[in-house]
């Protein structure tokens, strides 16, 4: 059963940056999301750390934490589940 934080991820991250021809649910949980596997970009990054600020209301204070973050779709969701405010919904 996959993680409904993880979905959650994979079709924000489908959205943000308009990657019209990847189906979310085809993105490893595992595989990097910079560089190799998605092929993201420094600007895609960027978008994408904007995105999940406005999304889950946590701050990603720096470019090691955004590297750390961004390493993949799990890692990301390990970051906010740990740096959510309370109120927030992650499901």
Do not use: C, W
Not at 15 to 34: G, H, M, N, Q
Not at 42 to 61: C, H, T, Y
Not at 62 to 81: D, G, K, P, T, W
């Amino acid at each position: 059963m996959s993680d409904p934080l993880n979905s959650r991820l994979k079709n924000l991250i489908v959205s943000t940056l308009k990657l019209e021809d990847v189906d979310p649910a085809s993105i490893p949980d595992d595989a990097p999301l910079i560089g190799s596997g998605l092929d993201l970009d420094s600007i895609d990054a960027l978008e994408l750390v904007v995105a999940v600020e406005k999304e889950f209301g946590v701050k990603i204070a720096s470019s090691e934490e955004s590297r750390a973050a961004l390493a993949s779709v799990s890692q990301l969701a390990a970051y906010i589940r740990t740096h959510a405010p309370s109120d927030r919904s992650l499901g």
